[in-house]
């Protein structure tokens, strides 16, 4: 699904990711990690076909990155970024009806999105008048809709309850059941082992096989 080899990009000319490799396969789902400024969201970016890459190869669903092919595969593309892209005076129903309306999705389906992340009660209250987690909880309602082969998660997890994390699990599940792939930037260690399938780490541009999380040392043992 993804295959990157020696991948470089640039952010106003200046060099952030380099000699990157990353191979991800049919439901497979990968976490990365990093130090602030890294290039995490830069690598999402990258992957959604918003950025191209200044060296090496890059395809997504096959299609070369940075060519004109990446027009067809945007659609099976699920990208929740950094803060939430709701339009604040609509409400949350009428911001996922119009996301149905733009990409074709039956809108009778967003009812049960809603529900599913346990917003159902809140459909009709405006964006603005929304706690930061209900957006986001509204944003998985939209990669719920959207089915998409691919999911780009930015720090997901952030921000939401216990149960709220429990439903980002769910979603990038379903995703790779489907036989589709899932890409998950987060500060949140924890969190990602427990919702992907590897972890790597984004250091000086590119990336490595993230060293095992720290096992808590046991009580006894520490005495
Ligand atoms: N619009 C921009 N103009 C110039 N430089 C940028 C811009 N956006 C990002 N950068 C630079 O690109 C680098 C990578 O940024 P990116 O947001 O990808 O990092 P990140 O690993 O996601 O960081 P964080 O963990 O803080 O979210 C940073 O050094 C940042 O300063």
Do not use: W
């Not at 080899?5 to 990157?20: C, Q």
């Not at 950094?82 to 009778?108: I, K, Q, W």
């Not at 939209?142 to 149960?163: F, K, N, Q, V």
């Amino acid at each position: 699904m993804i295959e990157l080899h020696g991948i470089a990009v640039s952010v106003e000319r200046t060099p952030v990711l380099r000699d990157l490799t990353l191979t991800v396969g049919a439901g497979e789902s990968v976490g990365v990690i990093g130090a602030n400024g890294s290039g995490k969201s830069t690598l999402l970016r990258l992957l959604a076909t918003l950025l191209s890459p200044t060296a090496g190869t890059g395809r997504v669903f096959g299609s070369t990155l940075g060519s004109r092919e990446c027009e067809r595969i945007r659609p099976r593309i699920g990208l929740i970024g950094h803060s939430p892209a709701l339009y604040p005076r609509l409400t949350l129903a009428e911001n996922l009806r119009f996301f149905c309306r733009l990409t074709g999705v039956d809108v009778s389906a967003v009812s049960t999105a809603l529900d599913a992340v346990g917003l159902g009660r809140a459909a009709d209250r405006p964006a603005d008048r929304c706690s930061q987690g209900m957006q986001r909880r509204t944003e998985l309602a939209r990669a719920i809709l959207s089915t998409p082969a691919l999911l780009l998660l930015d720090e997901p997890h952030a921000g939401l309850d216990s149960g709220s994390a429990g439903l980002v699990d769910a979603v990038i599940d379903d995703v790779c059941a489907r036989g589709g792939a899932a890409v998950v930037v987060s500060h949140d260690r924890a969190r990602l082992d427990a919702a992907v399938d590897r972890v790597l780490d984004l250091q000086a541009g590119s990336l490595h096989d993230a060293l095992p999380s720290a096992t808590p040392v046991p009580a006894q043992a520490a005495r």
